[in-house]
């Protein structure tokens, strides 16, 4: 399998895209993230907060290649 995301820039994905493309609930990405199984957020302004859109990314790939 080809890695084509090596030109991908890194984004910052806010709640309701994390929650998207993973398709968690955001009681659960919180959860997994207390629990060091989920990308940790990033402080963005004083009221909100993102995620690295290639941390998440590869999150994904991991379970869908089976390592959890």
């Given at each position: 399998m080809t890695d084509t995301r090596s030109n991908t820039p890194d984004e910052i994905w806010r709640l309701p895209t994390v929650m998207?493309?993973?398709?968690?609930k955001r009681s659960s990405i919180y959860e997994y993230m207390a629990?060091?199984?989920f990308p940790l957020c990033h402080r963005i302004s004083r009221r909100s907060v993102g995620w690295s859109s290639l941390a998440v990314q590869a999150f994904i790939d991991a379970k869908l290649e089976g390592q959890e």
């Open positions: 998207a493309k993973t398709g968690y629990r060091g199984e």
